[in-house]
């Protein structure tokens, strides 16, 4: 059996994909349905989807969606939060600084500032290069879902051992791995990445895989009110949660209606979690692309093939 998709919310949905404003599908969601909410909002920038706005307004445009986002939220999920800077003269203005108030103010409570590090983009001449953005994970309460052994990474020292005590000999690490920590080093979606459409501003796979594992389980809703190019739903459906998502630009969505109608035939293709950023003093340290494979049927068979992009 295929995926079921609907244009209206509908509790027996797999996805639910509205083109339109994230107020209309938000209309529709029973509160306390959600239990994790993870999207990348306009940043004011005057991408070609959003209108520049002064700082004020696009405030009170985000509080009124992170408003609806608490009220269809779960008492123990979360609200992810992926933004980087609004520039304004060449001066910038950090979006997790000034959003954290709006949170914080509906009760939130701040579990990490996520610092998300990626290799390329700009090259600036009167300031740094800007090589970071960043996740705010808020949850509802203090009873949370955080399945930490899904999203483990491999130990430094897999081998290494207690040399005293009454834990002598026994291994000092996790055998699951390490907690993965609050910097997570994630090629971003440039023009060679696997996952690259025609969308401006994508995030990858695998960030919104982590935050999927960690903060929801098998059967879940998960929401982005800017859905984009269907990013999170990707990363959603592979997991087997459901994924619910809007967005303005009827371009995005068919863009996400195509990647996901690609994944259900197995032939989408991301870039692996486990694949290592790319060292040209080790090129061969690599990981192929792989395709999407999702929970919900029969897929057609397609042998691997590598591609060196990150
Ligand atoms: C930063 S992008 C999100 C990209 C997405 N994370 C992805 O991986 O493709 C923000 C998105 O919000 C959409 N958008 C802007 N205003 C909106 C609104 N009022 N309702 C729904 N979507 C909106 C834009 O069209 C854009 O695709």
């Known amino acids: 059996m295929g995926l079921r998709i609907t244009e209206r919310y509908d509790p027996e949905a797999d996805l639910v994909l509205v083109e339109g404003d994230w107020s209309e599908l938000l209309s529709q969601v029973p509160d306390e349905s959600v239990r994790l909410v993870v999207t990348s909002p306009p940043y004011n920038l005057g991408k070609p989807y959003e209108t520049r706005l002064d700082m004020d307004e696009y405030l009170a445009q985000q509080h009124r969606v992170i408003l609806e986002c608490v009220r269809v939220l779960a008492p123990n999920g979360s609200i992810c939060w992926q933004v980087g800077n609004y520039v304004r003269n060449g001066e910038i203005v950090p979006l997790d600084i000034v959003l954290y108030p709006l949170f914080a103010d509906l009760g939130l409570h701040l579990r990490n500032r996520i610092v998300w590090h990626f290799g390329h983009g700009l090259h600036n001449t009167r300031r740094f290069s800007g090589r970071y953005e960043v996740v705010l994970w808020f949850t509802k309460t203090d009873e949370y879902i955080f399945n930490l052994d899904a999203v483990r990474v491999p130990q430094k020292y897999p081998t290494k051992r207690h040399f005293k005590g009454p834990k002598k000999g026994q291994l000092s690490g996790n055998p699951l791995g390490k907690n993965p920590g609050d910097v997570w080093i994630i090629p971003n979606v440039k023009a060679n990445h696997v996952e690259k459409t025609a969308h401006p501003c994508q995030f990858p796979v695998e960030l919104i895989e982590r935050l999927v594992l960690a903060l929801s389980d098998e059967g879940d809703w998960v929401l982005d009110p800017f859905i984009g190019s269907g990013t999170t739903a990707i990363a959603a459906l592979m997991h087997g949660r459901k994924a619910m998502g809007a967005d303005i630009v009827p371009e995005y969505i068919a863009i996400a209606r195509e990647r996901i109608r690609?994944?259900?035939?197995?032939?989408?293709?991301?870039?692996?979690?486990?694949?290592?950023?790319?060292?040209p003093n080790n090129p061969k340290a690599t990981v192929p692309p792989k395709y999407v494979h999702l929970p919900h049927g029969a897929q057609d068979k397609l042998p691997l093939f590598g591609e060196d992009s990150e």
């Open 262 to 279: 690609l994944a259900e035939k197995g032939r989408l293709r991301i870039r692996p979690m486990e694949r290592p950023v790319y060292d």
